[in-house]
């Protein structure tokens, strides 16, 4: 029997990042995402009651995904 654990998936990759994670993995500043996100050049993000910030993994490969140039 395998126990769930919330906000990881059966594989136990994380569903929902922090911005710090996002901005770790972006190699960006927690400023540069926040400018982004104002203007709307950033991943489509998920507000918590508590007031924090969530991009969803998928969500944010997508995002990236739209951001390749062609050569």
């Not at 994670?21 to 960006?28: A, D, G, S, W």
């Not at 500043?29 to 950033?42: I, L, N, P, V």
Request: hydrophobic letters at 35%; glycine letters at 6%; aromatic letters at 6%.
């Amino acid at each position: 029997m395998s126990t769930v654990i919330p906000g990881r998936t059966v594989a136990g990759a994380r569903t929902q990042l922090t911005i710090a994670e996002v901005c770790q993995e972006l190699h960006v500043s927690r400023s540069t995402f926040y400018d982004w996100r104002a203007k709307g050049r950033a991943p489509r993000s998920i507000k918590l009651p508590n007031g924090e910030i969530r991009v969803r993994r998928d969500e944010l490969d997508r995002w990236l995904a739209s951001c390749e140039e062609v050569a």
